[in-house]
Nanobody, 127 residues
Framework: QLQFVESGGGWVQPGGSLRLSCVNS????????IAWFRQAPGKEREGVSCISSATSENATYYTDSVKGRFTIYRDNVKNTVFLQMNSLKPEDTAVYSC??????????????????WGQGTQVTVSS
C-alpha cells in the first residue's frame, strides 16, 4: 500500500480537541517530510502543517490560523504522524488528509502539490 490512511476525525464542540493519525505501511515515515492538508466544502485545499524528515531535525511548520493550537509530531515506533488539534473552532471543519509534500516542507510552504494522498478523515466542529 502506497497511499496514506488517516483516522481520528469526528465531531467535537468548539474548544474541544482531536488527535489525527497518519500512517503509510509502504514507507518508513521518519525518512520523509509529511504534511497535513484540509479542505472545507466549497473551499480550496489548504496546507495545515508539515514536519520535515528526521535528517532535517523534524522541523515543524504551521499555517497561521492553527499556530498555537495544532501540533504535528511523529511516533517512529508506530511509524505514524499525528496532528494534535486543540481549541478547535468551527472554521476548522474540513476533511483532513496527509501526504508527501513535493520538495519537502519548503514545497509545503510554497503551496506546491503533494503525493500519495489518502481518503482523509472528516473533522466537524460545531455546537
Amino acid at each position: 500500500q502506497l497511499q496514506f490512511v488517516e483516522s481520528g476525525g469526528g465531531w467535537v464542540q468548539p474548544g474541544g480537541s482531536l488527535r489525527l493519525s497518519c500512517v503509510n505501511s509502504g514507507f518508513t515515515l521518519f525518512e520523509y517530510a509529511i504534511a497535513w492538508f484540509r479542505q472545507a466544502p466549497g473551499k480550496e485545499r489548504e496546507g495545515v502543517s508539515c514536519i520535515s524528515s528526521a535528517t532535517s531535525e523534524n522541523a515543524t511548520y504551521y499555517t497561521d490560523s492553527v499556530k498555537g493550537r495544532f501540533t504535528i509530531y511523529r511516533d517512529n515506533v508506530k511509524n505514524t504522524v499525528f496532528l494534535q488539534m486543540n481549541s478547535l473552532k468551527p472554521e476548522d471543519t474540513a476533511v483532513y488528509s496527509c501526504a508527501f509534500p513535493r520538495v519537502g516542507c519548503w514545497g509545503f510552504q510554497q503551496g506546491l502539490d503533494a503525493d500519495h494522498w489518502g481518503q482523509g478523515t472528516q473533522v466537524t466542529v460545531s455546537s
